[in-house]
């Protein structure tokens, strides 16, 4: 968990207003198909998640029934050049309107090793706070003398760099020796909670590309 969010760390950019990602024109919108992607909300982050749920919600819900009072939350995925021609043709807006779904970047990334883009998501409703969790999807890699990615099924909360992915300019990946691949691959829960209710928007991100690095889920 550490060295990911330290590179996490390393790709944040300077703050805008208003989301930075949503601003590079022109880009061409796909609408996804709803999937059922990732598994049972962990139990730390459902206590969590619980701890400033509606009372209506609270007065219900545990940990382990937490899941059966989340609402369905829309929400669009920006894929954005930042340096060379890392998107294949337009920039990308996904959308999601089911609140559920995949994107496999073998569709839509090429293969220029100096090129960079930017992926942020945009939530299509209003929240009072919000919470980011990533579950990984790719094994741990070893580069150098270093690691690369969190390994299979492990998880960790990006809360405290949710303003960088859903506000700002969104996290940096660069495709250099595809390390996007092992530090990005897996779902990406987002539960925005409001005065009554509770959203959930995940989606997973993987590029079949290279299933050497992912964890053949």
Do not use: W
Request: hydrophobic content about 35%; overall charge neutral.
């Amino acid at each position: 968990m550490p060295i990911l969010l330290l590179l996490l760390s390393l790709f944040l950019a300077s703050c805008t207003f208003d989301p930075g990602f949503t601003k590079h024109l022109p880009y061409e919108s796909v609408e996804m198909k709803e999937r059922p992607v990732g598994r049972e909300i962990p139990k730390s982050i459902a206590e969590k998640i619980l701890e400033v749920a509606p009372e209506q919600i609270k007065e219900k819900a545990t940990p382990k029934t937490i899941r059966g009072h989340l609402t369905r939350g829309a929400f669009d995925v920006y894929l954005v050049n930042t340096k060379g021609r890392a998107i294949k043709g337009f920039n990308r807006k996904f959308l999601f309107p089911r609140g559920s779904g995949g994107i496999d970047l073998r569709n839509y990334i090429s293969d220029d090793e100096d090129a960079k883009f930017r992926m942020g998501i945009k939530l299509n409703y209003d929240y009072d706070k919000v919470f980011v969790v990533f579950e990984s999807d790719a094994q741990v890699r070893k580069m150098g003398g270093s690691e690369l990615g969190l390994g299979c099924k492990k998880y960790v909360d990006l809360t405290s760099v949710s303003d960088q992915l859903l506000e700002e300019d969104g996290f940096e990946l660069e495709l250099r020796k595809t390390k996007y691949v092992s530090l990005f691959s897996g779902v990406y829960y987002v539960f925005g909670v409001a005065d009554e209710v509770i959203y959930l928007s995940r989606f997973k991100l993987s590029d079949s590309r290279y299933p050497e690095y992912l964890c053949g889920s």
